[in-house]
């Protein structure tokens, strides 16, 4: 039932072959404009189309490596020389990243193709759409992704171009990271009157009401960043916005893990707002449903309730900086990870039979080729043993079973390939909460008799963890990082909470330049009106 949507929107781009730019400052051209097309309610289906399947695009790949792999949540090593890939991993971890980077390059130009097919698909419907409710409202949904994508704009390269008009191929200079804040923050007020307040099938994976006051909400928890100002108070009434809506709820422990499997979707009481995959549709692989397990037995036989049709990618680990947090044995998240002794369901241990060699590349004993047979056993650490400077840790058994892995996103059984139907939620009822207990932490007035302590307390109850007596920022950091674990969260966590400059893992780079990424020399070249961010 939740493809019903997800496969009208994928199947209107088949209607019309709009081909999305991929810079701001790049034309955007398609067989869809606003003198031939649309003329129908199937057409104007149609033209609202390609926005949200370039909304859908890199987020589960390069943005979840930009804003993931760049923290003390995961760390991505080659194995023999597999995956080093130009150092891209390497650079995210050790904040060593250049205007060249291709992952930094990968996020401008998805995001900037989200504003300018959204641009496009605007001047489309605003042009031909008869006015009514039912254009308000498909204008404002589009506005929002656009300003969904303006916002990770901002968060990750702080000074970006604002365009708006589809057609001006003129070359825009960069508006300050403020002035795109004002700028967005009036976009998502004006479009909040049109926007449903529905939430059910018929509004899942588009704009509502609710994902407009989450996103004021994150804007406003993390204004001092952003501007300089803190907005406590805004960010509170946001969240109320969606509290009291009575719309969401926390999703009970035997149900939370349930909301990032392949059959999640619209009745998740805890999704404000998602992005659907669908496995038979192009571009729907989620690079956390994949590439965060083992390679061998354990992954392709049950793990949780679905299995893996196929090996898996290299592992993507998180390290004991990270895992810390997860330390309540009663706590349901701790079941979303991967670790230690593994065992099949019937409780048999899960053996790889090998060589003595193939098990550590550095035995040196008289017989290598000698068979060696071992339980699996996922370890903590992440140690480059092979080579610091590849960022390697040597491509054996005990390599390939270092650092915990985070398996929140399970593998589709349906599948046999890369592809997923994992839906990917951006924002949840627990965040409405957990923002407003920061915010009251922070120095905002609490509303409706809650406190700090009792919504982090909520949160706990909700996932079976033992309630805390008081509560911190540190505390609230810490049930942030437990709550949104691959969740594409943690770096602007780690920035609004100064944590962003510390050592983990094999980083020391405390630059706090590296807040924001380069602009791409790639987008600099195209558009010289543009200027490179401090420190690069």
């Known amino acids: 039932m939740k493809k019903s949507y997800i496969k009208t929107i994928f199947s209107a781009v088949l209607m019309g072959t709009m081909v999305s730019c991929h810079d701001l400052d790049v034309p955007v051209t398609s067989e869809l404009t606003p003198d031939v097309f649309p003329t129908d309610a199937s057409q104007f289906v149609s033209a609202a189309g390609p926005a949200y399947v370039a909304l859908r695009g890199n987020i589960s790949v390069e943005f979840f490596h930009l804003q993931t792999l760049s923290t003390d949540e995961a760390i991505f090593p080659a194995k023999g020389g597999n995956w080093y890939n130009g ?131 994150k804007m ?86 679905f299995k893996m049709p196929f090996t898996p990618d290299a592992a993507v680990s998180t390290l004991p900086e990270f895992y810390k947090y997860f330390d309540d044995a009663k706590d349901i998240r701790n079941k979303e990870w991967l670790t230690g002794l593994q065992y099949y369901d019937d409780g048999k241990p899960v053996t790889v039979t090998t060589t003595k060699k193939g098990y ?69 009822y627990s965040d409405a909460v957990l923002m407003k207990a920061e915010a009251i932490q922070r120095g905002g007035s609490g509303t409706s008799g809650a406190t700090a302590l009792s919504l982090v307390n909520s949160i706990r109850t909700a996932r079976q963890a033992t309630v805390f007596a008081s509560v911190t920022l540190e505390s609230i950091y810490e049930e942030r990082a437990r709550e949104f674990a691959s969740e594409m969260w943690h770096r602007n966590d780690m920035i609004r909470f100064g944590k962003f400059e510390n050592k983990w893992g094999y980083k020391t780079d405390a630059d706090i330049n590296k807040r924001i990424f380069p602009i791409p020399n790639s987008a600099m070249l195209l558009n010289p009106a543009l200027a490179q961010n401090p420190g690069y």
């Not at 035997?254 to 659907?276: C, Q, R, T, W």
């Not at 996922?378 to 915990?404: C, H, K």
Request: hydrophobic residues 40%; aromatic residues 12%; charged residues 20%.
């Open 87 to 217: 150092a891209e991993f390497k650079d995210l971890h050790l904040h060593t990243w250049t205007k060249d980077h291709s992952t930094v390059t990968g996020n401008w130009t998805w995001l900037s193709t989200i504003i300018g097919t959204v641009n496009q698909s605007l001047a489309i419907l605003e042009a031909n759409m008869p006015d009514g409710t039912s254009k308000s409202q498909s204008l404002a949904e589009l506005k929002m992704v656009r300003a969904l994508a303006y916002f990770w704009m901002m968060d990750s390269f702080g000074n970006v171009p604002i365009i708006t008009t589809y057609g001006d191929y003129s070359a825009h200079p960069n508006a300050k990271r403020a002035e795109v804040f004002t700028f967005l923050e009036t976009e998502i007020k004006a479009a909040l009157p049109d926007l449903s307040d529905v939430v059910d099938i018929s509004t899942y994976g588009r704009p509502t009401k609710y994902l407009a006051n989450a996103l004021l909400a």
């Open 360 to 428: 550590d590349q550095f035995y040196t004993g008289s017989d290598p080729s000698a068979p060696y047979t071992y339980q699996i056993n996922i370890t903590p650490q992440v140690t480059l043993r092979q080579d610091v400077a590849s960022f390697d840790v040597g491509n054996d058994e005990l390599a390939w079973n270092m650092g915990y892995r985070n398996i929140k996103f399970h593998p589709d059984a349906s599948s046999l390939n890369r592809n997923q139907n994992n839906d990917v939620p951006i924002f949840r």
């Open 220 to 305: 406003y928890l993390n204004a001092e960043v952003y501007t300089g100002t803190a907005r406590y108070a805004d960010c509170i009434a946001a969240c109320d916005e969606i509290i009291n809506s009575g719309k969401f709820a926390l999703e009970p422990a035997n149900s939370y893990l349930k909301m990032f499997y392949p059959d999640n979707g619209p009745a998740m009481k805890e999704f404000i707002f998602a992005i659907p995959f669908d496995a038979t549709a192009t571009n729907s692989f989620p690079f956390r449903a994949t590439n965060l397990h083992s390679r061998y037995d354990i992954p392709r036989g049950m793990v949780g309730k």
